[in-house]
C-alpha cells in the first residue's frame, strides 16, 4: 500500500478512536469563545474596515459582536489569529501588503498603535 493510504487510514482510525470518546493520539484545537467587538475595537477598525479586511460581512459582524450568532468553523480560527497577530493576518490577505498599510487609514491606526504599545 502507498505511504499516502497508510496515512489516510490512520487519520480515519485516530478520528473514530476520538469520536468514541477513547484516548486517542488525534489532536484536536478547541477555542474559546471570542469577544469579536473587543478585538476590533483593539485592533482601531470601524465595522465596516474589519469586515472589508477580513472578508467578514458586516452583518454577520454585528451578529458576533451582539452575542445573537458566535463564530464557527474557519471563521472562529481566523478570529483567534487575528485576536493574536492582527497584522500578520492583513499582510496575508493583502496582495501588496506594504504599499497599501502605509497609505490607508487601517495601516496608519496599526503603526500607531504598535509603536504606542
Do not use: C
Amino acid at each position: 500500500m502507498s505511504n499516502a493510504y497508510t496515512s489516510i487510514k490512520k487519520g480515519l482510525d485516530e478520528a473514530i478512536e476520538h469520536a468514541k470518546g477513547n484516548k486517542s493520539k488525534a489532536i484536536v484545537h478547541e477555542f474559546t469563545p471570542l469577544d469579536v467587538k473587543n478585538i476590533r475595537l483593539d485592533i482601531g477598525m470601524s465595522q465596516s474596515e474589519f469586515a472589508s479586511a477580513f472578508g467578514i460581512s458586516v452583518s454577520t459582524l454585528r451578529h458576533w459582536e451582539r452575542g445573537d450568532r458566535t463564530p464557527q468553523g474557519p471563521a472562529l480560527v481566523l478570529l483567534n489569529v487575528v485576536a493574536k497577530e492582527p497584522k500578520a493576518v492583513l499582510s496575508a490577505l493583502s496582495a501588496n501588503a506594504n504599499k497599501a498599510s502605509r497609505s490607508t487609514p487601517i495601516g496608519r491606526r496599526m503603526r500607531k498603535k504598535t509603536r504606542d504599545a
